[in-house]
C-alpha cells in the first residue's frame, strides 16, 4: 500500500504543480494581451494623427494644383476664344486676321503693293 499512496500523493503534488503553472501561464497571456492593447492603441492612435497631417497637406497641395489649373484652361479658353474669333473673322471677310489690320507706317512704295495686295481678295470655296 505504501506505494500506491506515493504515487497518489506523486500525483497530487504533479496535479499541483501543473495549476499553478497554468495559472501563472494564464497570468502572463492576460498581461501580454493588455500590453499588446496597449501597444495596439499607441500605434492606431499614431495612425490617425499620421493621416490627419497628410491629409492636411495633400488637401492644400490639390487647392494649390486646382487654383493653378483654373487659371491655365481659362487663359486656354481665351486663347481658343480668340483664335475663334479670328477665324470667324477671316472666313467672313475672306481674309486672315493679319491682311486685316494695316500697318501703321509704310513709305510710298509700300503703301502701293499693300494696297494692291489688299484689294486682292481670296477666293472662298464652298463647303459640302
Not at 499614431?46 to 486646382?66: D, Y
Not at 470667324?88 to 491682311?99: D, F, H, I
Amino acid at each position: 500500500m505504501g506505494s500506491l499512496t506515493y504515487d497518489m500523493n506523486k500525483l497530487c503534488d504533479e496535479i499541483n504543480v501543473l495549476r499553478n503553472a497554468r495559472g501563472a501561464l494564464m497570468k502572463d497571456l492576460g498581461k501580454g494581451a493588455r500590453d499588446l492593447h496597449h501597444i495596439v492603441s499607441e500605434m492606431q492612435a499614431g495612425f490617425r494623427q499620421s493621416h490627419e497631417e497628410m491629409a492636411r497637406e495633400t488637401k492644400a497641395e490639390r487647392v494649390a494644383l486646382l487654383s493653378g489649373l483654373k487659371r491655365t484652361v481659362l487663359d486656354m479658353r481665351r486663347g481658343f476664344a480668340a483664335d475663334l474669333a479670328g477665324a470667324r473673322r477671316a472666313w467672313l471677310t475672306g481674309r486672315t486676321v493679319s491682311e486685316q489690320t494695316e500697318p501703321k507706317t509704310f513709305n510710298k512704295k509700300g503703301e502701293k503693293s499693300w494696297r494692291k495686295f489688299r484689294s486682292q481678295r481670296i477666293p472662298r470655296t464652298s463647303q459640302k
